[in-house]
């Protein structure tokens, strides 16, 4: 017996596809272009040593050093504890560490260690 296979491969063209719909140009494209990065990220800290110091005025004097972040070379400069008690047992002459409050309230310290 002679078997006879007919493959019938029957290929239909989908010609069916509506006509894409053109939609109109926008014209209100939104400006979405937000900047997420800071200039500053974390904490802005600096070392240097006690000029000056009175707790009672909540004040510091520091002969610090360059602190990039804030683009501030080496100086010398008061700064003002936010809060006074922090400048307790700072004294002149002590080499400290110390933390700016901000990027744009840099003359407010949140910190000052003894090293
Ligand atoms: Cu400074």
Do not use: Y
Not at 16 to 41: G, H, I, L, R
């Amino acid at each position: 017996m002679l078997r006879l296979l007919i493959a019938t491969i029957t290929v239909f063209a989908a010609a069916c596809s509506p006509p894409t719909q053109q939609e109109p140009a926008k014209t209100d494209e939104s400006m979405n272009m937000e900047t997420p990065a800071p200039a500053v990220a974390g904490p802005i800290t600096g070392t240097g040593t006690v000029t000056q110091v009175d707790a009672a005025a909540g004040t510091v004097t520091l002969n610090h050093g360059a602190i990039p972040a804030v683009s501030w070379p080496a100086m010398t400069m008061q700064f003002t504890a936010e809060n006074p008690a922090i400048l307790q047992g700072v004294a002149v002459g002590d080499n400290v560490s110390f933390e700016l409050k901000s990027a744009t309230e840099t003359s407010i310290v949140t910190s000052v260690q003894k090293q």
